[in-house]
């Protein structure tokens, strides 16, 4: 088999899963939304399950600027 990387954007996986829980917040025993953490979760048991990669990279953006907007200005426009 090859190997197979995958690179994920974390941010973007994050606000997808707390969004497709919007109507049904997943909670713990607390109380607290854990809706983001568990749907991320289950986004990365499916990609291990279909694609099978050799590596994996999730990356976040940090909240200062980076090289990419000296690039491209309207990057996360």
């Known amino acids: 088999m090859a190997d197979r990387l995958v690179l994920l954007d974390g941010y973007a996986m994050l606000y997808r899963a707390y969004f497709a829980f919007i109507n049904s917040p997943r909670r713990n025993s607390r109380g607290e939304n854990t809706s983001a953490v568990f749907g991320m979760?289950?986004?990365?048991?499916?990609?291990?399950?279909?694609?099978?990669p050799t590596h994996l990279a999730l990356v976040m953006d940090t909240s200062k600027p980076t090289f990419r907007d000296e690039l491209y200005p309207a990057y996360k426009a």
């Open 41 to 52: 979760l289950l986004q990365l048991g499916k990609l291990m399950e279909d694609c099978r």
